[in-house]
């Protein structure tokens, strides 16, 4: 079957993520864009998670469980789980482990995160965007692939807060996936299966780009199995 998918949408818990991005808002307008398969990603932090898993409940969405974390270089990766319980444990380490400066939200934006209602539970006081977190992209790498997970490099062809931005390079080390916002890519990426997905901040950018996976079913394991295989086309 051929899954259409977007991995990267980012929910009003991300400063730069407008307060319209609720998980209820996201799954509607994945549902109306026909989306098979989403993935939010807020920086450094995975609260908006359990909400998107119950708003997904009796839909055609799958859920993947997301974290966009920004590595000892300040490059952004992805970090894909299965199951929303890893994905918030994982992003309440990084948080933790985050550089401890207070958001300013009249001046970053709002960090907040709701229940599948849009009720407000909390906000968050550390800054998710404001400076890397204390593990190198091989750290994180190793940190996502013990929990099962996918560590896949986010917007490498960006020319800010990416892997080519920061080490100028690709390194040959064992990424799942990779992530580009256009084509051709000049960079050297190998065999590396190629994901492109819509960032998105604000509700009209989600599935403004997307990729397309030949996947047996639209269960995660079958999902991530696919990536992997590279079983992918781009739609940019």
Same mark, same amino acid.
């Given at each position: 079957?051929?899954? +259409? ?7 009003? &818990? ?19 864009? =026909? ?8 920086? #450094?932090?995975?609260? #908006? ?8 409940? =009796? ?39 985050? &550089?401890? !400066?207070? #958001? ?6 709002? /960090? ?13 006081? +550390?800054?998710?965007? =404001?400076?890397? &977190?204390?593990?190198?992209?091989? /750290?994180?790498?190793?940190?996502? +692939?013990? !929990? ?9 062809? !960006? ?6 931005? /920061? ?14 916002? +256009? /084509? ?5 990426? =190998? ?16 599935? !403004? ?8 079913? #639209? ?18």
């Amino acid at each position: 079957m051929n899954l +259409k998918c977007d991995l990267h949408i980012h929910s009003c &818990l991300s400063p730069c993520g407008s307060l319209e991005m609720s998980p209820s808002e996201i799954v509607r307008i994945a549902l109306e864009r =026909g989306l098979d398969v989403i993935a939010v990603a807020d920086h #450094n932090c995975a609260l #908006n998670l359990p909400a998107l898993e119950a708003l997904c409940i =009796g839909t055609a969405l799958t859920p993947l469980f997301a974290i966009e974390a920004t590595s000892s270089e300040e490059f952004h990766s992805l970090c894909l789980f299965r199951d929303c319980t890893t994905a918030v444990q994982f992003g309440k380490e990084l948080y933790e482990a985050l &550089l401890s !400066r207070s #958001n300013i939200p009249e001046k970053f934006g709002d /960090q907040v995160y709701v229940d599948e209602h849009d009720n407000i539970l909390g906000e968050l006081d +550390k800054y998710l965007t =404001g400076g890397a &977190l204390p593990y190198s992209s091989d /750290q994180l790498l190793k940190m996502v +692939k013990k !929990r099962d997970g996918l560590f896949i490099p986010a917007h490498i062809d !960006r020319a800010a807060f990416s892997l080519s931005s /920061q080490l100028g390079f690709i390194p040959p080390d064992p990424y799942d996936a990779m992530e580009v916002t +256009k /084509q051709p890519l000049d960079l050297k990426t =190998g065999k590396i299966p190629l994901i492109c997905s819509s960032d998105a901040h604000y509700p009209e950018d989600i599935a !403004r780009r997307f990729f397309t996976l030949e996947s047996v079913s #639209n269960k995660p394991d079958d999902i991530f199995k696919a990536i992997k295989e590279g079983k992918i086309t781009l739609s940019l």
